[in-house]
């Protein structure tokens, strides 16, 4: 019961009342401090409602607990650390150390430490529990001669230790000072330098290159392509006389006259000599094009043509071609399409330098106004790629003996029967024999009636294409299911292997009770795969209701958890988590991660089961608004590591089918990744010591290519990331020194080697620290 005799002259002010004294105060029982929901109403003498709202409402529900009290004092920072004591009284009276504290200094949570030191003088005095003191070693990046202020605030409850705030700096002498000081405005300088020196860039005043120019940056390109070449040239003539006979293979049938005729002088014009042409008619019966071939063949001795008395198709007129063939290396070649004028040159120069047996170069596209435009820019032989779509196409030389060895083309698979020989071909070769030429080498023409300008006009090529894939992992004996996405020359392949390795799937968090838990509930409702665990390492959390979770959600016979009480160090947590477990696969998992497809995990396991070497495996994370927060990373020294195709609606294909198909990275993020535990052990697992926070991952995954394994992104593979909504973000002012520094360790560890360099899975005409697959490098600047 309450009285409302207490003076309000507020309220008699605002209503203009003859009096005062019309407030109450009423105190609510401990015992419903609990956790528990409570409701709370007021009732007059006749026991009709108060209105407790504006809108009429009577009732209001509350819970929370009661703010406990405190005995507490900072002694100050002796011998580089802060040093105090703190206890807590609980309901009953009593008084405990063990009390979790955050440290903060200038405003800033720094860490957090357990008060549960020894302290007999303070158990002399008070006669409490003696292990209630604290000591903090102060971060290195704080010692100095500069005045800090300290606070020290018990949790959960942010209450403020007696003593604070305290003013001081953090070094034991002068000398140690100064010391420090100079350390500290070293990096500052370096700090301010890198940005500084992205700042000029940003200002430098020249047009930069973009696919949406990309005619006027291929202009510039195959002139500076001729150049070097002379450069070349002028050197091999004294040091080479590796010429090899080039048969370059050419099925006609009914082209356009002027698009024909531009194809053959396109060989013509090649500046390496040592070539034949073979065309073969396949009883395309027009007067027009006998005409043109007969000419060509009277000009040139070095052409020849085979004319068919029935149609064959595609693929049947290439292998006549195939047969009547005497060079050392066979180049394939479309009737309509235009190569430049050195790519034979340059595809026999790799062939002599790499001793690969099937090479590949990149290409784009020519319509009939003479335009470059879409350009295919490739990456280094990428296995998992093309079992997705046939990336490698044109141009495309192969050894002569290798072409005999794998055989004709078959005409099964029209429409896809190039795609069919590639893959044959990977079931002979080793991925070294396999070598990607990096430069733009082929003109693919842009006719009404190409593919080039729309596949759905030929169908067939999406049946053949589905079922030539399929058949070359039905001859590997791998199990799966290939089927065309969206209707298109886009292969998904589910893997369908009855193993079912155990996976752990490791998750830090700290607090925030309510993203924790949905993660968790997540994978507990939505994963069909039966062989798994859940590790959550619990990282200091301190409310109640999170303590409270944890008790509740190890009872699950799939969940446990692990505390560490160490200030926050990702690469550690981890490690901490994977040395107590010993399933055949990891997965690392942010809290901030929420999954939905039941299949997620039996893709990820699947990935890295098909195939020995795969060493690791990423998702596709979605932000909450179905935009891609994740599909694979990049790397390089202009900007260390890039997210690919942020941004990009989910709908949406990528560059040339990326983020639709399953293909081989450099490196995915560990916000949500799986990798085989031997092969993390193996590498060293994450870097804990230089690399506690920032690119980690990508460090392990460099670290797994180096050794020799290859690293999936799983396209089909989705979840959403609320990214930074667990750690926040890196842009904050006070983890700029860190995050300089773990940048720099980057670029000091991984500038040299040919990973890090040039991206293989990455074509190099790209930026790294710009839109990626968009924005172009200068072609003055290229490798």
Not at 84 to 110: F, N
Not at 371 to 399: A, Q
Not at 771 to 778: A, C, E, K, R
Request: charged share 25%; net charge negative; glycine share 6%.
């Amino acid at each position: 019961m309450a009285i409302a005799d207490l003076p309000r002259a507020d309220i008699q002010a605002m209503l203009s009342l003859p009096t005062a004294n019309l407030g109450f105060s009423f105190q609510i029982p401990s015992s419903y401090f609990n956790g528990e929901k409570h409701t709370l109403s007021l009732r007059l003498d006749d026991r009709s409602a108060l209105p407790l709202l504006s809108d009429g409402v009577t009732s209001i529900t509350f819970s929370g607990h009661l703010r406990p009290s405190y005995k507490s004092h900072v002694d100050g920072v002796k011998q580089g650390a802060l040093r105090g004591w703190v206890l807590r009284k609980s309901r009953d009276g009593e008084e405990t150390g063990g009390v979790v504290l955050s440290i903060l200094v200038d405003g800033i949570r720094i860490g957090q430490i357990r008060a549960n030191r020894y302290r007999g003088d303070v158990a002399a005095v008070l006669g409490c529990d003696p292990n209630c003191g604290f000591e903090f070693p102060i971060p290195q990046a704080l010692r100095g001669s500069r005045q800090h202020t300290v606070k020290v605030l018990a949790q959960p409850d942010d209450i403020e230790l007696d003593g604070c705030p305290i003013v001081t700096s953090f070094a034991d002498d002068a000398f140690e000072s100064r010391i420090i000081d100079v350390t500290n405005e070293l990096d500052e300088i370096y700090r301010r330098m890198a940005k500084l020196r992205q700042e000029l860039r940003d200002l430098v005043p020249k047009r930069s290159y973009t696919l949406g120019d990309y005619d006027r940056w291929a202009r510039k390109y195959y002139t500076l392509l001729g150049k070097r070449m002379v450069e070349q040239r002028v050197y091999e003539e004294k040091n080479s006389v590796f010429t090899p006979l080039v048969s370059i293979l050419c099925p006609v049938y009914r082209p356009l006259e002027g698009d024909f005729k531009a194809a053959v002088q396109s060989v013509l014009d090649q500046t390496y000599q040592n070539w034949e042409l073979i065309l073969v008619d396949d009883a395309g019966k027009s007067h027009e094009i006998t005409k043109i071939i007969n000419n060509f063949t009277k000009s040139d001795s070095r052409i020849q043509c085979i004319t068919l008395k029935k149609n064959v198709g595609i693929a049947g007129a290439t292998n006549v071609a195939m047969d009547a063939a005497k060079g050392q290396y066979v180049a394939f070649f479309d009737h309509d399409d235009l190569l430049v004028d050195v790519a034979i040159e340059v595809m026999v120069r790799a062939a002599r330098e790499t001793g690969a047996k099937l090479l590949y170069s990149d290409e784009d596209k020519i319509d009939q106004a003479g335009y470059y435009l879409e350009p295919n820019l490739k990456p280094d032989f990428n296995y998992r790629y093309l079992l997705g779509c046939n990336y490698i196409c044109h141009l495309t030389m192969v050894d002569a003996a290798t072409m005999q060895k794998i055989g004709h083309l078959n005409s099964d698979y029209n429409g896809a029967q190039d795609h069919d020989f590639v893959l044959k071909a990977t079931e002979i070769l080793s991925p070294s024999e396999i070598f990607h030429v990096p430069e733009i080498l082929y003109h693919w023409r842009k006719t009404p009636n190409s593919t080039a300008v729309d596949v759905s006009q030929k169908t067939y090529a999406i049946n053949a294409g589905v079922k030539c894939v399929a058949d070359h992992l039905k001859r590997q004996k791998i199990a799966s299911t290939v089927s065309s996405i969206r209707g298109l020359t886009l292969y998904g392949v589910e893997w369908t292997s009855r193993t079912h390795p155990s996976v752990t799937i490791i998750i830090p968090f700290k607090d925030q009770l309510d993203t924790t838990l949905t993660c968790v509930e997540n994978i507990l409702k939505h994963t069909v795969y039966k062989n798994y665990n859940i590790v959550l390492i619990d990282n200091w959390s301190v409310r109640d209701e999170t303590l409270d979770f944890i008790k509740k959600i190890q009872k699950h016979k799939n969940v446990s958890v692990i505390t560490v009480e160490e200030p926050f160090n990702f690469s550690r947590l981890n490690n901490i988590a994977v040395a107590q477990t010993r399933s055949d696969y990891v997965v690392f998992m942010n809290n901030d991660v929420f999954v939905e497809d039941p299949k997620w995990l039996q893709r990820m396991v699947g990935e890295a089961q098909a195939f020995k070497d795969v060493g690791a495996v990423g998702a596709k994370l979605l932000y909450p608004n179905d935009t891609i927060q994740h599909a694979g990373v990049v790397v390089g020294p202009a900007g260390v590591a890039a997210h690919v195709h942020r941004g990009d609606p989910l709908s949406e294909y990528g560059y040339i089918g990326r983020t639709m198909l399953s293909h081989e990275v450099t490196a995915v993020t560990a916000a949500l990744m799986l990798v085989r535990r031997t092969i993390f052990d193996e590498v060293g697992g994450f870097d804990e010591e230089a690399l506690k926070v920032a690119f980690n991952d990508v460090d392990l995954c460099l670290k797994i290519r180096r050794a020799g394994y290859r690293i999936i992104f799983s396209a089909e593979t989705i979840a959403y990331h609320h990214e930074s909504l667990s750690r926040g973000t890196d842009d904050k002012p006070e983890h700029e020194t860190r995050f300089f520094l773990e940048t720099q360790t980057m670029l000091e560890r991984w500038s040299s080697d040919p990973l890090f360099e040039r991206d293989p899975s990455y074509p190099r005409y790209f930026t790294v620290d710009q839109q990626t697959f968009f924005n172009l490098v200068d072609p003055e600047e290229l490798p």
